[in-house]
């Protein structure tokens, strides 16, 4: 099976870029529809974020889960932005109106480590409007 390029030239020509689009699946094309739109808002990549930076990341949430701990509840979600996942957690927190999944929105925070993955711990959020 060919691999196909998720993030073409800029000089590719608009047949090639038609052909591709047409050949590639559609997890690819909500893939590179979600980098292009984190790319508008001025997000950074979630593989170019590094541990300790102050980092803005834009996608959208495709699992928000409560974890009901004895010490501390935590609200987690995972947001996607075409080329990766970071973990979006509410400390104390069992519920946030909007925070659903298939939700786009932005989170700005210091970006944190756990368990190998990328971690944002109470982050600022703003949520995108909901097409309806």
Known sequence: MARIDTNPPASESGVRRIFRRLVASDSQ??????????ARAGATPVPRCARGEKVTVSGRLISVVYCPRTNLPTLEAELFDGSGTVTLVWLGRRRIPGIEPGRSMSAEGRLAVRDGRKVMYNPLYSLEPTSS
């Open 29 to 38: 094309l909500d893939a590179e529809d979600l980098q292009a739109a984190s």
